[in-house]
Each structure stands twice: as structure tokens, then as C-alpha cells.
């Protein structure tokens, strides 16, 4: 008898079982995933950004350091309103309302410019401003009734360089130019060349004049530059 009795509650046992296997279980309540609801119902902690290399961090780091500079437009020429013009100095005449006789003109070799109408003027010795007095002084007189003249250097005449440089010569003058820009221009000094000054040859109104200069002095439009060799 009580070996029926176990028989029947193992079977019962075994069918309570097989039971609760066709049930599946309640599924888990899915958590959030972005970081304000994580934190907002207690689940996992909001995720850190991703890691940065240390060689990213040390790229970021060089820019921010480095000050970003923006080149500055070049300054313009500024022309000396009291330069003596010469021969070589090519100059830009502009006659309002006379497309005719506003061009480029060169001073020749006796100091003078030729225009249309009035021909030769002297432009020797001459600032821009009293040039322009003179060429409108010469178009009044029977040509134009009230001309307006301008007058300014498009190009100053060259300078010379000689002596101990790699390329001795004749060179574009340049504003602000030194002795020392000079000899860059010309090459450099040769290996014999004296490099703590050399001798100037400069003509202006008052004459011609030869002096011995160091080489950051200033040059003018027409200088001679004679670079020494030195005697050890």
C-alpha cells in the first residue's frame, strides 16, 4: 500500500513539474540606456565619453597653445615729397582730362622728360611737386586753359655696387634699402671682402661727396657702393 502511495506522488511530483516548464517565466523589465534615464531610475551609471589617446591630447593641447597670426597687408611705398629727381627715375605725369599726355615718362640722360605738345622739360634737381608746377606753367602758356598736373616716382633710379661682392652691378633701388640690404642684393660679400664698412659715393644738389659708412646706414636713389677687401 505505501509503495502505491509513492508511486502516486512521484507521478504527481513529476506532472507539477512539467508544468511549470510550459510557463516561461515573466521576462526582465528592460533597463535604459541613455544616461539621464540610467540615472534617473537607478541603473547603470551614465557612460563616460570615449577615451582620448594621449597623442590626441597632446595635438589639442599644441593648438591651443600655438596664437593663431594673420599677416598683415604690406605696408605702401612712401615717397619722399622732398627727393630730387635724376636721370634713370621713371615717373608717372597724369593731366586730368588729357588721356593724351598722362603716361609713364623717364628722365633721360640730360634730366629731362619729353611730352607730347610742350617737349622737353627739365625734371633735374626738381621735386614732383615743383615738376608739376612746371609742366602746367608750359601747358597754360597757349595749349590748356586751367591744367591739372600730378606728378610722382613710379621708379627711383638704380644703385651701383662694386668691389669684393659675389655679383657687382646695377640694382633696382628699393625704400629703406642699407648698405648691408644692398650687398644681400648683390650676392654677399666675397671672402676677401672688409664687412664692417665700406666706402659711399653719393650726389645730391649740393655735389658729390665720399664718405666711409658703416653698413646699416641708409642709401638713396643713384649711390655708388664700394665694398673694400681687407688687408688680413
Known sequence: MRSVRAVILCLLTALALAGCMRHPGPDAMARPHNDLDALAYGGRQASA???VA??????????????????????????????????GDRLRIVVYGQEGLTNTYLVDAGGSI?????????????????????????LRNGYIREPYVAAEVEAYRPFFILGEVAAPGQYP?????????AVAIAGGFSPRARRDRVTLTHTDARGTVRL????????????TVLVDERWF
Open 54 to 87: 594621449r597623442r590626441d591630447l597632446r595635438v589639442r593641447a599644441a593648438r591651443a597653445s600655438v596664437p593663431v597670426v594673420y599677416a598683415a597687408a604690406p605696408p605702401p611705398v612712401v615717397h619722399d615729397p622732398a627727393y630730387r629727381l635724376d636721370s
Open 173 to 181: 633701388f628699393v625704400p629703406n634699402m642699407t648698405v648691408e640690404s
Open 212 to 223: 666711409v659708412v658703416p653698413t646699416a646706414t641708409l642709401l638713396s636713389p643713384g649711390d
Open 114 to 138: 619729353t611730352m607730347p605738345l610742350i617737349g622737353a622739360v627739365t625734371a633735374r634737381g626738381r621735386t614732383t611737386a615743383e615738376l608739376s608746377a612746371a609742366i602746367a606753367a608750359r
Open 49 to 51: 565619453p570615449p577615451p
